[in-house]
């Protein structure tokens, strides 16, 4: 493939920032020339449209092995190239749990043989997600895994993370904690607060978030190693974090779009698409995280996508699965805030490629001249509708069905290769 994407608005965080009109050269799965004028064997004419190195997601769910009528990694990937992602880092909560080197290869293996774009595995801490005794964490790494985590679950015994700290420390990859004190989490289905009372359901205060979040901090400070909180929720935890980087500490976290967009208000129809985990928060802990968001607080955002049947979903609020999807809807929900001026364009970008990455040590989130050619082109006017029969995921658990949005990746390329093309431009030759 010779292909000029021609006239775009090309912006890349990752070094001095760029941001300018401009042509981008992709030449045999590399990126040959970012410049005007560029001429290749076929151009593609992209103004009024951001192209972008692809979006780098540190958090989904992929469900296979085990729970492949949800979601696998070939409806999963898709789900992510058609979100503009061409990495992913997909959790451990899998069945049998990612929690040994055999299972991190086969999802690696996999992968390369069905998947439409690059993922990397997290590695379970604790085997089974028990939280009881430590994962051979070595192991997984030297099979490919790039963090570890018992997301769903906190790793909430002190003695237990300070040791999978040490490992991850030894091994140069950072732990990622769901934070969530299960001794006040008291069978809480959303937020505590006004609108979980005057609807009757129990709900679980953010001090379930900030608490372990604060005795984490300390161990991190204790042990030294690299500690990534996922799906931050909470004013306060965003406030830790902050200090803790003063500190100079080396924590990152993450941001998801929903937890940006909706409130606890959001439940209040009692919509089992509304529960996650953590539960969506107040408006005051909204703009706590765009002032993180704005201020470099928050390292990325990330989408935990959380695929779910039907079965788990139509039920009891209270009995439903928490989990939203994430991977097709993050642009538009993100381009909505850059459209209310809470970041900017280019700060939104940065979360979505090189911040992400850095978290995790990637190697990816970069548009630049001799890089691999993983770029996304998204549409920041494009209007869509989310409904269920477009949505490239096996689940359509998404709050969001019918919901008119703005912003949308139409075209993406893993490699260099079209891994996604919304209005089929480049099928014709
Ligand atoms: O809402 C959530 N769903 N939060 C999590 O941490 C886990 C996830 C899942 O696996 O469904």
């Known amino acids: 493939m010779d292909l000029v994407l021609s006239g775009g608005r090309v912006i890349d965080t990752s070094g001095e920032l760029f941001d300018r009109a401009a042509d981008v050269r992709i030449v045999d799965g590399r990126i040959a020339e970012i410049g005007t004028g560029l001429v290749g064997s076929r151009t593609l004419d992209v103004r009024g449209l951001v192209v972008s190195a692809g979006l780098v997601d540190l958090h989904v769910h992929l469900r296979e092995p085990g729970q492949e009528y949800k979601e696998d990694l070939q409806t999963g990937t898709r789900a992510a190239v058609a979100g503009g992602f061409t990495t992913v880092c997909c959790m451990p909560n899998t069945s049998p749990v990612n929690d040994d080197r055999s299972i991190t290869e086969l999802i690696v293996r996999r992968a390369a043989e069905v998947g439409a774009c690059r993922v990397r595995p997290i590695g379970a801490v604790t085997r089974g997600l028990e939280g ?3 994962a051979d964490i070595a192991d997984m790494q030297q099979g490919g895994a790039v963090a570890i985590s018992d997301d769903g679950k906190p790793v909430w015994n002190a003695g237990l993370l300070r040791r999978a700290l040490e490992y991850a420390r030894t091994f140069g990859i950072p732990l990622v904690q769901h934070a969530e004190e299960p001794e006040l989490v008291e069978g809480g289905a959303m937020n505590e607060g006004a609108v979980a009372t005057r609807i009757g359901l129990r709900g679980q205060p953010s001090i379930t978030e900030t608490s372990m979040v604060a005795r984490d901090l300390e161990l991190v400070e204790w042990t030294g190693a690299r500690y990534h909180v996922a799906h931050v929720s909470a004013a306060r935890t965003v406030a830790l974090v902050r200090d803790a980087k003063r500190r100079g500490l ?13 409130t606890d208000l959001a439940c209040q129809h009692y919509d089992p698409a509304t529960k996650v985990m953590p539960p969506l928060r107040t408006d005051a802990d909204l703009t706590a995280l765009y002032e993180a968001l704005a201020d470099g607080t928050i390292d990325a955002i990330a989408t935990d996508h959380a695929p779910h049947s039907l ?15 994430g991977l097709e ?3 538009p929900l993100v381009f909505a805030l850059v459209r209310r001026g809470l970041i900017t364009m280019t700060r939104a970008i940065q979360l979505l490629t090189i911040g992400p990455a850095r978290a995790f040590a990637l190697d990816a ?19 869509w509708t989310v409904e269920a029969t477009g949505l490239a995921s096996r689940s359509k658990n998404t ?3 019918g919901a008119a949005m703005q912003g949308r990746a139409v075209l993406t390329f893993v490699g260099g290769k079209v891994a996604y093309d919304l209005d089929h431009r480049l099928e014709s030759p």
Do not use: I, N, S, W
């Open 132 to 134: 009881k005794q430590l």
């Open 311 to 325: 079965v788990e979903k139509e039920v009891e609020f209270e009995c439903a699965a928490p989990g939203m999807l």
């Open 365 to 383: 989130g970069r548009l630049v001249a001799g890089g691999v050619a993983d770029v996304c082109v998204l549409d920041p006017e494009r209007h």
């Open 399 to 401: 709050p969001f069905l």
């Open 329 to 331: 809807t993050a642009v």
């Open 250 to 262: 080396p924590v990152t976290c993450e941001v998801t779009p929903h937890h940006l967009t909706l």
